[in-house]
């Protein structure tokens, strides 16, 4: 047989779509011909297959000419995934493997020119595509990649540690090789994977109780959050705490987080069930942060997904890459378009942002006075908008406490304490209206927040003094609801709303 078809899978965003790798050996001058809008790191397989094959001790029909097709032809392909399908492809076409037993797998894998197998990026999305697509084929891929692989639950997935392995798995029945080689195995889920991640503990905390409730607020209701004070005053502390405070992730969240970091090509499964922390540098482009590139790749935003986002220094980011946040904190998704594709992912972040209230970083500090003119204050606190200020639900000024006063004073809460009154404050949230108080939106806000007339009478005479947009007002509802949720109150009443009015009162700018 002169002709083999190898199934494979392509990378587009958290996307797989199917590739089949067409291999034809024909008589006539020596070639080696691949075609299919393959780009640069794919038409290099051609001299890593070849050198695989031969040090692998098999026969490369070098007096033949190969042409290799990877279909759908106008489907951009990248990555050396597909070297693994088309040395198959190959030793298939001449008769090396037996094609019948090749069917109902579907391969990927990069290739050394010893024949080892090197691990893919994006296994795990590939994996989970391919489950979401009722595809009962079973993956073969490099062991590492298999190792991530088998954490989707419901598929079949085979490891390898070289091209001789998958040959010696898939040789025809007739030939001398062992059932089962040595560097060949199936890899099941484990089902004790999930230990408890360890995160900072907010005990390390001293002080602070302003900054810790509103964190507990931020973490029960999935609000974003703005923390404004000096040098030293514990903003960053605060913030590596935060996710320690969230509820353990479900299997669809902990799937979808590990999914985004393992086509960025930085997941191992002991990450699995951990929710992530990602802590960008203020000199990160728009680009970094949001996403994009050809292919599209997942940015900052995307790699916090089920996490946190936390910016320090926000004022020092570029204005774009700030404002490029603005939709994803509303719809949790990121949307990228290039004139060839199209990438959607998700982005499903809590954002903590941080910054000093001037440039010098002590106006209104009770340890050092503050150098800055009004003007420079006004300027410096002008780079963040307002309709990003807008969408930031609780905006704390945080102090820095003396010397004297933080060497006495005491220790507060647990993490483990705080996230059970978050796990209970989500759970009435959940039962209510099926997800978290900073998705609620027009009718459904109005459904659930359940104010007594005086308590919507406060906040409709609050909102007026204060020059509040509709979009502030509605924020401060959900916040208020998510504090009557924490307090075990079927209504919104006046304290709940004063509370929520204190976080939100625009230490920056009035909306």
């Known amino acids: 047989m002169s002709l083999a078809f190898i199934p494979s899978r392509a990378l587009l965003g958290l996307e ?20 299919g809008l393959a780009d640069t790191e794919v038409k290099e397989a ?3 297959v070849r050198c695989a094959i031969q040090n692998a001790g098999l026969d490369f029909p070098h007096n033949r000419r190969i042409t290799v097709n990877l279909a759908p032809a106008d489907l951009p392909k990248d990555s050396g995934r597909f070297d693994l399908p088309i040395a198959i492809g190959i030793l298939a076409a001449s008769d090396q493997l037996d094609a019948d037993r090749l069917a109902g797998h579907v391969f990927a894998g990069e290739l050394s020119l010893s024949g080892e197998l090197k691990p893919v990026r994006g296994a795990l999305a590939m994996a989970a595509a391919h489950c979401q697509q009722g595809d009962a084929a079973a993956l073969v891929l490099p062991y590492d990649s298999a190792c991530e692989a088998a954490l989707v639950a419901g598929l079949q997935v085979y490891g390898a540690r070289s091209l001789t392995d998958v040959v010696q798995a898939f040789a025809p029945a007739d030939a001398q090789q062992p059932a089962l080689p040595d560097g060949w195995c199936r890899l099941q889920p484990d089902p004790d994977r999930q230990a408890a991640p360890h995160y900072p503990d907010l005990a390390d905390v001293k002080g602070q109780a302003a900054a810790r409730r509103a964190l507990e607020i931020a973490a029960a209701g999935q609000h974003s959050m703005l923390l404004l004070g000096p040098p030293g005053s ?37 990450q699995w069930g951990r929710r992530p922390h990602r802590s960008p540098h203020h000199s990160s482009s728009a680009v970094a942060l949001v996403g994009g590139g050809s292919p599209p790749r997942p ?6 997904s089920e ?15 700030l404002e490029a946040l603005r939709e994803p904190l509303e719809t949790g998704q990121i949307h990228i378009s290039r004139a060839a594709r199209q990438a959607v992912f998700p982005a499903r972040f809590q954002l903590i942002a941080a910054m000093n209230p001037c440039p010098c970083g002590y106006l209104g500090s009770r340890i050092r006075p503050c150098r800055c003119t009004p003007d420079q204050v006004r300027r410096y606190q002008g780079k963040l908008s307002g309709p990003l200020l807008d969408r930031i639900d609780l905006q704390l000024e945080v102090q820095a406490l003396p010397p004297e006063e933080l060497l006495t004073a005491s220790t507060g809460e647990s993490s483990a304490v705080v996230r059970q009154r978050v796990v209970a404050a989500r759970e009435r949230a959940l039962q209510r209206q099926g997800g978290p108080n900073q998705q609620l939106q027009g009718l459904a806000l109005e459904a659930s927040a359940r104010l007594d007339a005086a308590a919507s009478s406060f906040l409709q ?19 208020a609801r998510t504090i009557a949720d924490l307090a075990d109150s079927e209504q919104i009443t006046i304290p709940h709303l004063a509370e ?9 700018h009035q909306h």
Request: glycine share 8%; no cysteine.
């Open 234 to 270: 514990g903003k960053s502390m605060l913030a590596q705490r935060f996710a320690g405070l969230l509820p353990p992730m479900q299997p669809e969240q902990a799937l979808s987080a590990a999914a985004v970091a393992s086509l960025a090509g930085h997941f191992s499964p002991d």
């Open 500 to 508: 929520a009015m204190q976080l939100r009162r625009g230490l920056l």
């Open 16 to 35: 797989a779509p199917p590739v089949m790798v067409e291999v034809h050996l024909a008589p006539g001058l020596p070639s080696f011909t691949l075609v």
């Open 461 to 479: 005479k609050a909102a007026r003094q204060l020059g509040w947009s509709a979009r502030s007002t509605h924020r401060t509802l959900r916040v």
């Open 46 to 48: 051609r001299e890593r």
């Open 307 to 321: 996490g946190t986002l936390f910016l320090d220094e926000v004022p020092e980011f570029p204005r774009a890459a």
């Open 299 to 304: 940015g900052e935003i995307s790699l916090a």
